[in-house]
């Protein structure tokens, strides 16, 4: 999800430990245990040079309050090896506007060493007291869910959640219990209803699931209404290229809006 990743998830077109999973929680989680109508899933892969470069996903989330914001950060494909008092600070930036902030982990397929990963995750907690892990570029192919379910239980043991696992495609339904949400599309347009709640993923509740667009000029704004449906976790952004998420969309605050008014 990230350039410098050998195979991007967006040029993507055995028994298993379950992990124990989280209901959507955090500073922007409504109250009671019910869900939200979506979670606005946004990769934040700008560098907070300012306290200005983040604000308006601040004032977004103000404006649509009822919608939850999680934030993905990276600070060098991961939480990196140095301290970066930016990152700190947009962090924090972040966790007053009332945004869930999950750090940044890949696992390069189910290749990665589960020691690697668990160092990745406990950097996130220590360093830039992150509130939940994005497992980036997850498997899809069976083989490999107890790495998932393991990285998944050891960031739960922190103190973490959700975690959510991005393999940008239809994975195996082997995957399902290893973590707490899945990314099933993650491409340049939008995926259809059917592909949402259709085959195995109709066997599992929508807080399961999420999907992200981008390279998308305008919102597809019954789409986006309609897919609450099927799926907790939703971001569109017109970027594209290399790093389609370098700057937040120009219709972000309308994007929020949308799913906010299908209460």
């Not at 189910?110 to 995750?121: K, N, P, Q």
């Amino acid at each position: 999800m990230l350039p410098g990743c050998a195979t991007p998830g967006w040029q993507r077109g055995a028994t298993v430990q379950s992990a124990s999973r989280s209901q959507p929680s955090g500073p922007s989680a409504q109250a009671s245990g019910s869900l939200p109508n979506a979670i606005a899933l946004v990769p934040l892969y700008s560098y907070p040079s300012n306290s200005s470069v983040w604000a308006p996903l601040v004032s977004g989330h103000q404006q649509a309050p009822s919608i939850p914001v999680d934030a993905i950060v990276n600070v060098d494909n991961g939480p990196g090896k140095k301290l970066d008092a930016n990152y700190q600070a947009g962090v924090a930036q972040l966790h007053a506007g009332g945004i869930t902030v999950l750090g940044y982990v890949y696992t390069r397929y189910g290749r990665r060493a589960l020691g690697t990963i668990e160092h990745d995750i406990e950097r996130w907690q220590q360093v830039y007291a992150v509130d939940g892990i994005f497992l980036d570029e997850m498997a899809s192919k069976k083989g490999h869910e107890s790495l998932y379910a393991s990285a998944t239980s050891y960031a739960k043991s922190l103190g973490l959640a959700p975690v959510i696992g991005n393999p940008g495609t239809n994975p195996s339904q082997s995957y399902e219990p290893t973590v707490d949400a899945i990314v099933i599309w993650e491409n340049d347009a939008y995926p259809t209803l059917q592909y949402l709640g259709g085959g195995w993923h109709s066997k599992y509740d929508r807080s399961h699931f999420g999907f992200i667009a981008y390279d998308q000029s305008s919102l597809d704004v019954s789409f986006d209404q309609q897919a609450e449906a099927y799926v907790l976790y939703e971001f569109v952004t017109n970027g594209s290229g290399s790093n389609p998420y370098a700057a937040l969309p120009p219709y972000l605050d309308q994007f929020l809006s949308t799913l906010q008014a299908s209460s």
